[in-house]
Every structure is written in structure tokens, then in C-alpha cells.
């Protein structure tokens, strides 16, 4: 696989939401329907192992990169970009301590763009508390281990070649919120999933229900050490998570503002023969949005660099990024809708996609309640999970 320059990767996931997301975004969401082509397009042009380091034959990218392509495809599809954020989470956890064999049968496929793979790690029993994992993971043998339970909203859920699933192993020794991941594949036995994502927004993620009924998992497929999937939680799928979201939702506001553009440029008063564009007031509201939009872009930049850089504060900032984007996208869709006025108030117009999909950023956890108490705890040298 080839390795290209972050500015060649932009490019191709431009032509990418140009060419194939916009041209499949109404059947995307009029139908719920896994954005397949989409998906397929950024396989084959090697943006399938984008964070994957360049020595395990990925692209070597981080969360900048991360943070710009999903917001690129967030500008014409949010359902698309979250499932291809998603992908990267997973890609990011199974290749930080890949064993070899692991490379081979996994990571390797990923970077060749034959394999996607998606977090299955939410349960409807712990609900935004997603590091307390009720399935069981249990010794079947000296091979393989035993899983028991259910997930919920998995992202890709059906679509994906694997999963990384969380799990408590089954022992009286082992502590709450100690856990492991392992990855589980599509085609294992026991697995059964729930009917398909019918949601109000993000409707062509497939975000579904996975029961897990005695699946058996090769031993091999554990990622890391048993237990010490904490560690995987706050320095892998945390930022992960936190920047493919924010980058998602900054492409749905950044979508939303230019309609807003767009529509004050070509609308005129007939009787006066001016256009919307010559009203100062409209002018100082499209302003204040583009400032708003701005200054959380280069939060969530900022956060993504000081990540990669590996700065000590860097999460704060990521989990300040995530909770700033979804007051964001929230904030400029409902006022470009009300700018826009009956035209973008219409059933099946692009606003109407975009203030559904926008409504997903505070539900997405962690949530934005669950951020903004992480924060406080972070700056006061408390431990983030005391409750």
C-alpha cells in the first residue's frame, strides 16, 4: 500500500464525498442504509488504514488527520463519516499492541482496504457508562474463551468484518471496571443482531443491537492483556472517538453554514429588488456563526495536535473539542434554519438531514453532561471514574 502526504489524503476524501457521498446521501437517509459505496470508495483509495502506523503498512496518521477527513465527509454525508470514524476507533485499538500474528490477519487486510472493523463496546444495561462492560468473557480452553451478552448501538453493526467487543472475565477476583477487548469476527457463530437502525438522524450508520450467544473467540484475538483495557479506554478509544465525532459534526456545521450562505446570496425581495445579502443584520448573524464555527474548528485542531504531539493535557482538550462541536452544530443548524425561513424548513431538504443529524452530538457518549463533569475532574486532579 501506498503512503501519502496528509495534503493528497484530503484531496481524495474531497473527491470521494464530491463524486460518491453526495450523489448516495437522500437514499442514505430516506432508506436507512448503510453507505456502502462510500465506505468501499475510502477503502480503495488506502484510506482504510489511515491512523494505522506507516510500519504495520498503514498510513501513518493521527487525529488531525482523522479530525479534517471526517469533517470533509460530514459536510456531505454524517452517517458516512462517523461509520468511517468509527472504523479508524477500531483500527486504532487493535494496532497499538498488535502481536504479530494479529498484523497479519488483521491489520494488514485493513491497510489493503479488505477489512473494516467497529467498536462494540455500549450496553443497554450500563448506558453511557461504556467502560463497565456487563459481557462475559470466559476460558473455554487453552484457545479460545466463551463471550455472553448483548451490545447496543454498534456502529457498522452488520456491515463490518469485525468488532472489538469489551468484556468482564468471568471471576470472583476481578475487579469492577477491569476488563478486556477482544475481536470478534462477523462470521462467528452466536452472534445475532437486532433489527435494523431506524433513527431519527445518522440513519445510514447501522447502529445496531448485537447479541452475543456463546460466541467462541480465538484466545489469540485478545488485544493487550486481560484486564488492562482501562488503559485502552482513556488513551486509545477515548481520542479516537472524541475527534472522529467532532470532525463528523464540524462537517455537518460547516454544511449548515453554507447553505445559510447560499441562501442569502440568491434570494431577492421583488419589490425592492435587493437581495438578503445587502441586510446588515442577516450579515452580522451569518458573522457571528462563521466566528462560532471558527474558534471551535481550531479548538478541535488544536486538541487533535496537542494529541499527537503527546501533550499531558491533550485530552482535556480533546473532551473539551467534542463538547464544544456538539453546542456548535446544534446551535448554527437550528439558527440557518430559521435564517433560511420556509425553504429550509422543508421535508427532505439538506437542513432537514442536517438538524437530525446534528441532534446526535450530545447523545453520542460520552456525552456532553458526562464531558463537561470528566473536564472539571481532570483540572481539579480528581480521578475521571470516582462514580
Not at 463496546?121 to 473455554?140: D, K, R, W
Request: charged share 20%.
Amino acid at each position: 500500500m501506498l503512503v501519502y502526504e496528509m495534503p493528497v489524503l484530503l484531496q481524495k476524501a474531497r473527491e470521494i464525498a464530491k463524486d460518491v457521498l453526495a450523489p448516495n446521501v437522500e437514499r442514505t437517509d430516506k432508506e436507512a442504509a448503510w453507505p456502502e459505496k462510500g465506505i468501499r470508495a475510502l477503502q480503495s483509495e488506502g484510506l482504510g488504514g489511515l491512523v494505522i502506523p506507516t510500519s504495520q503498512g498503514g498510513q501513518g496518521q493521527g487525529l488531525l488527520s482523522l479530525a479534517q477527513i471526517c469533517e470533509i465527509l460530514g459536510q456531505e454525508c454524517a452517517s458516512t463519516a462517523i461509520c468511517f470514524g468509527m472504523h479508524s476507533v477500531g483500527s486504532s485499538v487493535i494496532s497499538v499492541n498488535a502481536t504479530p500474528d494479529q498484523r497479519e490477519r488483521l491489520i494488514t487486510p485493513i491497510c489493503e482496504g479488505k477489512h473494516i472493523t467497529s467498536l462494540s463496546l455500549s450496553e443497554a444495561g450500563s448506558g453511557v457508562h461504556f467502560y463497565l462492560p456487563q459481557t462475559t468473557l470466559e476460558e473455554l480452553n487453552s484457545e479460545q474463551y466463551i463471550l455472553n451478552g448483548a451490545k447496543a448501538f454498534v456502529t457498522n453493526g452488520g456491515n463490518a468484518d469485525s468488532y472489538v467487543v469489551s468484556a468482564v472475565m468471568v471471576s470472583p477476583e476481578v475487579p469492577v471496571g477491569q476488563f478486556s477487548c477482544v475481536v470478534v469476527p462477523a462470521e462467528s457463530e452466536g452472534i445475532k443482531w437486532g433489527n435494523n437502525w431506524d433513527g431519527l438522524g445518522m440513519r445510514g450508520n447501522s447502529s445496531r443491537t448485537m447479541e452475543l450467544q456463546a460466541v467462541r473467540v480465538p484466545r489469540k484475538n485478545l488485544l493487550g492483556k486481560e484486564g488492562d483495557q482501562i488503559w485502552y479506554i482513556f488513551n486509545v478509544v477515548t481520542p479516537y472517538f472524541l475527534i472522529a465525532m467532532a470532525g463528523t459534526f464540524l462537517g455537518v456545521a460547516t454544511s449548515a453554514l453554507e447553505e445559510a450562505k447560499k441562501h442569502l446570496i440568491r434570494r431577492y425581495h421583488t419589490h425592492t429588488g435587493s437581495n438578503l445579502a445587502q441586510t446588515s443584520v442577516l450579515q452580522h448573524r451569518l458573522g457571528t456563526l462563521w466566528s462560532v464555527l471558527e474558534r471551535t474548528r481550531r479548538l478541535t485542531y488544536h486538541a487533535a495536535v496537542s494529541f499527537d504531539a503527546g501533550e499531558p493535557d491533550a485530552l482535556i482538550a480533546l473532551m473539551a473539542a467534542k463538547v464544544e462541536v456538539a453546542d456548535c452544530v446544534v446551535s448554527i443548524v437550528n439558527e440557518v434554519m430559521t435564517l433560511t425561513g420556509g425553504i429550509g424548513y422543508r421535508n427532505g431538504s439538506r437542513l432537514d438531514r442536517s438538524l437530525r443529524d446534528s441532534r446526535a452530538a450530545h447523545l453520542m457518549s460520552p456525552t456532553t453532561e458526562i464531558l463537561r463533569v470528566w473536564i472539571g475532574r481532570a483540572l481539579l486532579g480528581q480521578a475521571l471514574l470516582s462514580d
